[in-house]
């Protein structure tokens, strides 16, 4: 695997980022327990997610992604994993519930 500095950071990511939007949506948690360990064997060590992904779901808040990443943490060394996350997406209908409000 091959691996870059990102920005000014000091961390070494792999230039193959694992996506996640999939999580807790068309990959359950098992599912997407074992696309990570896989992720891991090959190298990747990076991981994009956001907490809106599966907010699109009937029922469903958002934040599964980030959900499923944490308890796949849970017993890892985290010093091996780089997550990206985002902000600014709609979370809740209202005035606080998107952009960069403080709540």
Do not use: Q
Not at 8 to 16: A, M
Not at 69 to 77: A, E, R, S
Not at 85 to 103: A, Y
């Amino acid at each position: 695997m091959l691996y870059t500095k990102l920005g000014h950071t000091g961390l070494k990511v792999s230039r193959l980022c694992l996506g996640t939007m999939t999580f807790g949506w068309s990959a359950d948690e098992k599912t997407s327990h074992a696309i990570m360990d896989k992720a891991i064997e090959v190298g990747i060590n990076f991981f994009d997610t956001a907490d809106i992904y599966s907010r699109w779901i009937p029922g469903n808040s958002g934040g599964e992604s980030e959900r499923i990443i944490g308890t796949w943490l849970t017993g890892k060394d985290r010093r091996n994993v780089v997550i990206a996350t985002k902000v600014r997406g709609k979370m809740w209908d209202g005035v606080n519930g998107e952009g960069l409000s403080r709540h």
